[in-house]
């Protein structure tokens, strides 16, 4: 497939060995957190010295030479992205280039824990869109899964969202014996406030305190049982991305299923990940990456970073290899989805 390059951008556009144009960036602004989700992270976690993290006008730089570079939608995500100190300071700094047209979408993936503070400023500065992720409706079990957060301040998060006009997506990670009786209602719940909502099977990234095998929860087996109960009806795929959607007639809402263990999605990938560090990470699934840190710190000059780019972008593998390693219950690849943020 040859996908022909954006043309009203800046730069050339940045088309990887396989054709496919990046048009995507992906930003962890932090690997720090205010909860301790078990699929994510154990319980005593270290993070990176503070001082190896870029800058918030680091991040700022290297956000928008990719969009001179033909990003045209970017997700701030995290570890916790409203935790990292000043961070709407970078949510308005990047709100620009939604103003002048050359970025189609902002937005941000959050648990929801700071978003009744922060609800009106992420609109106010261009943002539209937000995922946030819940994984129950039942406070036991929510403090539970997220060991340190509480319902109730993310059920209000998101009527904060709702309220300041932000349209909010549902994110649920299927879990084995925690969350699988629950799952319908939860899909009922985000429908009926007209949230869309995604269904997440657990990736094996990075230690953990529990055991990998005894989370996983196939949504083929997810999906089949909601068959029994709904009819769903296949959407095509508009976003390019890891989801393959439906509508449920009964709801009239949409569900996503993303089941990364599959390689369905990584022939449109259209995405790169970039930590906190300034490491980017071309594949999800995969070991590979480029330091942009360098080159940022380099000059102040963009032209390394440029380069830099450009040289990670032609290096981009054709898929993922994701496995649980049942035999030794060890992850696939050792770093946490709070260094890439999914
Ligand atoms: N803290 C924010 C949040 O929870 O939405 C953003 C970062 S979090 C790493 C992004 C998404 O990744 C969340 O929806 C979370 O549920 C999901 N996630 C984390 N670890 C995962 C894993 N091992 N497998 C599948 N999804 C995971
Ligand atoms: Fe934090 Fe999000 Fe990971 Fe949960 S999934 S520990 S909220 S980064």
């Not at 951008?9 to 990046?22: C, E, K, L, Q, S």
């Not at 390689?263 to 300034?278: K, P």
Request: some cysteine; overall charge positive; charged content about 30%.
């Amino acid at each position: 497939m040859t996908v022909e390059p954006r043309i009203g951008t800046a730069g050339p556009a940045m088309i990887d060995p396989f054709g496919r144009a990046v048009t995507y960036l992906r930003v962890s602004v932090t690997d720090r957190c205010d909860f301790r989700c078990t699929y994510c992270m154990s319980e005593h976690m270290t993070f990176l010295p503070k001082r190896d993290l870029l800058t918030l006008e680091e991040l700022d730089r290297v956000c928008s030479a990719f969009i001179r570079k033909g990003v045209r939608k970017l997700r701030l995500t995290g570890g916790e992205p409203l935790v990292r100190r000043d961070m709407m300071t970078l949510v308005r700094s990047l709100g620009r280039h939604l103003a002048t047209g050359a970025l189609d979408e902002l937005t941000l993936t959050t648990n929801g824990s700071q978003l009744a503070r922060f609800a009106g400023d992420l609109a106010a500065a261009g943002v539209r869109r937000i995922n946030v992720s819940l994984d129950t409706l039942d406070a036991d079990r929510f403090a539970r899964i997220t060991r340190w957060g509480r319902l109730e301040q993310v059920l209000e998060g998101i009527e904060a969202a709702t309220r300041a006009g932000l349209k909010v997506k549902i994110n649920t990670v299927a879990l084995r014996n925690e969350n699988e009786a629950e799952i319908p209602s939860l899909i009922e719940w985000a429908h009926a406030r007209g949230h869309d909502i995604t269904l997440i099977e657990t990736m094996p990234l990075g230690d953990i305190d529990e055991d990998r095998t005894d989370q996983y929860l196939p949504l083929s087996l997810v999906r089949s049982r909601l068959e029994e109960r709904w009819a769903l009806e296949n959407l095509p795929d508009r976003t390019g991305g890891p989801a393959r959607y439906v509508r449920i007639r009964e709801t009239g809402g949409r569900l996503g299923f993303i089941t990364p263990l599959t390689h369905n999605f990584c022939e449109s990938c259209n995405r790169v990940r970039l930590t906190c560090t300034g490491t980017l990470y071309m594949c999800l699934g995969q070991a590979d990456a480029a330091d942009l840190r360098a080159p940022v710190r380099a000059s102040a000059d963009d032209a390394l970073l440029d380069a830099a780019i450009d040289e990670a972008i032609s290096r981009k593998p054709k898929g993922h290899d994701f496995v649980i390693d049942r035999q030794h219950k060890r992850p696939a690849l050792r770093r946490h989805m709070s260094v890439t943020g999914g």
